[in-house]
């Protein structure tokens, strides 16, 4: 089956750890993105990939990492940096001129 | 700055029920719009994505209308039923750093009830 896959489902960290948030595409899709949403707001752009080894801020980047080494793989990693980082974050894809968005099933993280 | 806005916030209808769900953005210059179906605690799921070209989709029992113009789309749903209960949320594609990113409003809530 064709997808996107986050892991994990649930993840739980203490105030001041870094953690890192899978994303995997097995749709061949060229560009990758992360979005964060918080109870009663829309979805707020993180970062984005086109192609791999580059990477663009979106509007809410600051606390934020990733990196794009394999065209199928985009890791975010949210740094003890981030003031608020407890949200739901969702990956999605698209092929470059094809602007359907695929999402992936998000990772609810809640630091304590 | 393009800003997507969704009214009603939350809808509650009887079984049976045609409905209409309203989306309002405030730059035209868009590539697109989609519409998304969100179940609690899941991911989205595309419904239907208009281009800019297009007026209109269709899906089974949703229409979805665009009018670049008046910023305005409309995403109908004909019969409703318990299972369409959901999120429903709305994005455009707009240019940025020359490609595209999608924004979205805060989405409807929508509760058929049986």
């Known amino acids: 089956d064709g997808g996107i896959t986050q892991s994990p489902k649930y993840l739980f960290r203490k105030e001041g750890q870094n953690v890192t948030l899978s994303c995997e595409q097995n749709l061949n899709h060229d560009a990758m993105y992360w979005y964060r949403q918080d109870p009663g707001q829309g979805l707020r752009l993180i970062y984005y990939?086109?192609?791999?080894?580059?990477?663009q801020k979106g509007d809410i980047a600051e606390g934020y990492s990733v990196s794009r080494e394999k065209k199928e793989s985009f890791p975010l990693t949210v740094t003890s940096a981030q003031k608020n980082p407890t949200a739901f974050y969702l990956c999605?894809?698209?092929?470059?001129?094809?602007?359907?968005?695929?999402f992936g099933p998000g990772t609810r993280l809640t630091v304590t | 700055k393009q800003e997507v806005t969704q009214i009603p916030a939350a809808l509650s209808v009887p079984e049976g029920e045609n409905l209409v769900l309203n989306c309002s953005f405030t730059d035209s210059a868009i590539y697109n719009l989609q519409w998304f179906r969100q179940d609690p605690g899941k991911g989205l799921t595309s419904l239907l994505l208009?281009?800019?070209?297009?007026r209109e989709q269709t899906s089974g029992r949703l229409n979805a209308s665009l009018d670049k113009s008046s910023g305005r789309s409309t995403l109908y749903i004909a019969a409703s039923q318990p299972g369409d209960s959901a999120t429903y949320l709305c994005a455009v594609g707009v240019p940025h750093s020359g490609t595209y990113k999608y924004i979205f409003g805060t989405g409807t809530r929508l509760k058929v009830l049986a």
């Open positions: 990939s086109q192609i791999v080894n580059d990477f």
């Open positions: 999605a894809s698209t092929t470059l001129g094809e602007t359907e968005q695929y």
């Open positions: 208009i281009q800019s070209s297009q």
